[in-house]
């Protein structure tokens, strides 16, 4: 299996919108002002989850059911910026009818870390 094994990395990059932003803190209910009243730039500042919602698509796209999210939250993102995600996977072990396995995250504006994650979670092997 490819994608699982350690060390391959696996990329996503996304711009979030200004309708991204309401719609998340509708579902959400985290209506702060600095999610909903745009910045002196015009901009909102994206909810830390949503922006969180980048490892989880690459894990999702690998069939990953995590058991553990570990975020750090490093510095504001807001709408119009793209932010690039890494996944790298860090451990991989054959266990029963699957892989438990541990990836490092990191999400990044350029050069700017903005988010960093661990996630540990089980891929099913459907072999």
Same mark, same amino acid.
């Given at each position: ?7 391959? *990395?696996? !990329?996503?990059? /996304?711009t979030? !919108? ?17 999610? +909903? ?13 949503? *922006?969180?919602t980048?490892? *989880?698509?690459i ?8 058991? +553990?999210?570990?975020?750090?939250f /490093? ?8 932010i690039? #995600?890494?996944? +790298?996977?860090? /451990?991989?072990?054959?266990?029963g ?9 990191? #999400? ?9 994650? +661990? ?9």
């Amino acid at each position: 299996m490819e994608k699982l094994s350690e060390g391959a *990395t696996h !990329t996503f990059e /996304r711009t979030f !919108t200004r309708e991204d932003v309401r719609q998340f803190a509708a579902v959400s209910g985290d209506t702060q002002e600095r999610h +909903t009243e745009p910045d002196e730039d015009g901009r909102l500042m994206v909810h830390g989850l949503l *922006t969180a919602t980048l490892p *989880t698509k690459i894990g999702g796209d690998l069939e990953v059911l995590a058991h +553990t999210m570990e975020f750090e939250f /490093r510095k504001p993102v807001y709408t119009g910026e793209t932010i690039g #995600c890494t996944w +790298t996977m860090e /451990r991989v072990e054959k266990q029963g009818d699957g892989y438990e396995i541990t990836a490092d995250v990191v #999400c990044e504006r350029g050069d700017d870390v903005v988010l960093t994650a +661990t996630v540990d979670g089980l891929v099913r092997d459907d072999s």
